[in-house]
């Protein structure tokens, strides 16, 4: 169904040309081919990995990994947009190449997942089957080298979980900084003030995980924090408060 309709630019699906990208033919990798970038329609099917959005007369398929396919059960029947990135599916040598979608809750989600893709041996399906988890801990994981975990998600295994850290561990904190939508909800703060904060933490002698604790410590509050100043001083202020 999709494959028909991927060249079409409809009003309702954004057709943006961020960068003119080319797939190679090799379906394990994901190259950069980006025709439509956000679809916006109501949800009408939720099943396995596949999320079924109706915008017109035009229904559309979007693979999901399946921690956005928990977060979007809610939402059945409702209007929903998915951040997506297409691809090509299949080989040359076949002569077959079949158009996909793939959606996210976040533009900051889909990032990551072509981020994840880089890593040799991860292939879009690979991914899309490994994510089960929320992103910022699988960036978590990544960036505290827990190659346990990492090597527990699907169709990881422990020597490509060893690549992904190798790979990927400089390159994912600001994803281990993800601010989930429960806590949005609960802290008004933007999330460049707090990679800023987590950076003065790390030059004031936090290790990683140490920083982002005491960050997790005050997101979870109901309390608006405008600017890095005031987010350090709720957190020594929690620390304090736990230390007497």
Do not use: W
């Amino acid at each position: 169904m999709v494959g028909r309709m991927l060249g079409q630019q409809i009003a309702s699906p954004e057709a943006q040309p961020r960068d003119a990208r080319q797939f190679r033919g090799r379906p394990s990798r994901m190259e950069e081919l980006a025709l439509i970038t956000k679809i916006t329609g109501q949800l009408v099917a939720l099943g396995g990995d596949i999320a079924t959005l109706r915008v017109g007369a035009f229904e559309y398929e979007v693979l999901i990994p399946e921690y956005a396919r928990r977060q979007l059960q809610a939402m059945l029947h409702s209007e929903v947009s998915l951040y997506t990135i297409e691809y090509l599916e299949g080989t040359q040598m076949q002569g077959r190449l079949t158009p996909r979608l793939v959606g996210f809750t976040s533009e900051i989600e889909r990032e990551f997942f072509e981020l994840f893709c880089s890593v040799d041996g991860v292939g879009t399906r690979k991914a899309l089957r490994a994510m089960v988890r929320p992103v910022k801990e699988i960036a978590t994981a990544i960036e505290e080298q827990d190659a346990k975990l990492l090597a527990s998600l699907p169709g990881v295994g422990p020597s490509t979980a060893e690549r992904i850290i190798a790979k990927l561990r400089r390159k994912v904190p600001k994803f281990a900084l993800m601010v989930t939508r429960d806590e949005a909800r609960q802290a008004e703060v933007e999330p460049d003030v707090i990679s800023e904060t987590y950076e003065v933490l790390r030059s004031l002698g936090h290790s990683e995980s140490d920083a982002r604790r005491l960050l997790d410590g005050v997101l979870s509050t109901r309390k608006k924090y405008p600017d890095v100043q005031s987010l350090l001083q709720a957190i020594y202020q929690n620390t304090q408060q736990k230390s007497r």
